[in-house]
């Protein structure tokens, strides 16, 4: 539950952006984030806010890892 | 790697219990299946790091409770519906008629209520302090959208006054944390101090891949094994000593700690979160006032040692049994990142 995914900036509006994460757009708020943000840049993702930037090569290692982690929990077919 | 841990567990040369506290690292660490690869007396314990599994009875109670109500909306995240109250989790009063929806974000919650303004909208709300923030986020934009048809009702749950508690309890001796990763990225190595200073026992905040896990550990027993107890951070690509202060004021502005009942263990000080009396007209249990009679855990169930890291999922006599993922009895089977539900996909 406390899993922040990395997921890649794709258009800000202000406080809002989009993002790509796994080859999905989802919007998000920037509002937590401590630094500014740019389209391009990798954020830290969590409950629809991004909360930290991290560098692509970072993102990349925990996108492949946290994949992992989320296909064994998303695999059971008793989840919600 | 593994030869300096063998050789760093070989110096200390005593059974070592280090325990990790977050449910994403529980699986991190079966998924790669990293207990095989230690050596036998330096044990991983499972910890409290599941706010879906620490979530009382009395509260997914008072939940129901609360979606019951004359046209109310309850939201939450997916992971609650199924976590058993006294008699029926959310999941079985929403098939009984009950208005209740899962949300990925909290934001959800405002276009729902935007969309209902005749319906009272109550986000419940259960987290650590990774969740928080977007949590308060999501009051901050309430207020500024004047949305006021949105009310939280808040199980939130702070991870630095449990793991105080569990360093005074005499069930298990901890030598060692595992500390979450992404709760640290927003409140930073700082809060942990204590825990190093006051109960001398080693920190290190760590990632979640293999090499993470075991550098992390490797860290640890370094600690151990030079008689220090320091807060290290290995997970420096996210984690800072200062966390994301911008997300710590959001937390403050909107809330205050409060003691807290966590399921299986009981009601740890200052330990939860509440909102402050400013915004106490987006408290459900101020504005609503519910009730519901106290529970007891199910008989038999052995979360709260399981939580406390005095006994492993397999030493409970339900699990497995009457107790299982489809039909959970205890809250560590029903999240996939409780200890009993890890255990049971990996180490039947």
Request: glycine share 8%.
């Amino acid at each position: 539950m406390c899993l922040a995914v990395p997921s890649r900036i794709v258009e800000i509006d202000n406080l809002l952006a989009v993002v790509d994460v796994y080859g999905a757009r989802k919007e998000i708020s920037l509002l937590l984030m401590p630094e500014e943000a740019l389209i391009g840049d990798y954020v830290l993702v969590h409950a629809g806010f991004a909360i930290q930037k991290v560098d692509e090569e970072a993102a990349q290692d925990a996108l492949r890892l946290i994949r992992e982690i989320a296909d064994a929990m998303e695999q059971e077919e008793f989840k919600e | 790697m593994i030869d300096l841990i063998k050789n760093l567990y070989n110096k200390i040369n005593r059974p070592v219990n280090l325990m990790e506290v977050c449910g994403t690292h529980t699986v991190a660490i079966f998924k790669h299946g990293i207990r095989s690869l230690l050596p036998e007396g330096l044990r991983l314990l499972s910890g409290p790091g599941c706010p879906v599994c620490v979530t009382s009875i009395k509260d997914i109670d008072k939940a129901i409770a609360l979606s019951m109500l004359d046209n109310a909306i309850l939201c939450t995240f997916g992971d609650m519906m199924r976590v058993p109250g006294a008699k029926k989790s959310l999941s079985e009063a929403r098939a009984e008629g009950a208005d209740i929806r899962v949300v990925y974000s909290p934001l959800d919650c405002l276009k729902i209520a935007e969309e209902n303004e005749n319906k009272k909208v109550i986000f419940f709300s259960a987290g650590f302090e990774t969740t928080t923030p977007s949590v308060a986020g999501t009051i901050f934009e309430a207020e500024r959208r004047q949305i006021n048809n949105f009310f939280i009702y808040s199980v939130n749950k702070l991870v630095p006054p449990a793991l105080d508690v569990l360093l005074q309890s005499d069930d298990v001796r901890i030598d060692g944390f595992i500390m979450p990763g992404h709760v640290s990225t927003i409140i930073g190595s700082k809060p942990y101090d204590f825990i190093a200073s006051k109960h001398s026992t080693p920190c290190v905040i760590t990632g979640f891949g293999a090499d993470d896990i075991l550098s992390g550990i490797t860290m640890l027993l370094k600690q151990i094994a030079e008689g220090r107890a320091a807060v290290e951070i290995q997970y420096k690509s996210v984690v800072t000593e200062n966390g994301n202060q911008k997300a710590v004021e959001f937390i403050n502005k909107y809330f205050e700690p409060c003691d807290s009942y966590w399921r299986g263990i009981g009601s740890l000080p200052q330990s939860g979160l509440k909102l402050r009396d400013e915004y106490k007209q987006r408290d459900a249990e101020v504005v609503f006032k519910i009730d519901v009679p106290d529970s007891s855990e199910p008989k038999g169930c052995q979360c709260g040692l399981v939580l406390r890291g005095v006994k492993i999922p397999s030493e409970c006599p339900l699990f497995g049994k009457a107790c299982t993922p489809e039909k959970p009895i205890g809250a560590c089977m029903v999240s996939m990142e409780g200890s009993c539900a890890a255990y049971y996909k990996y180490n039947r």
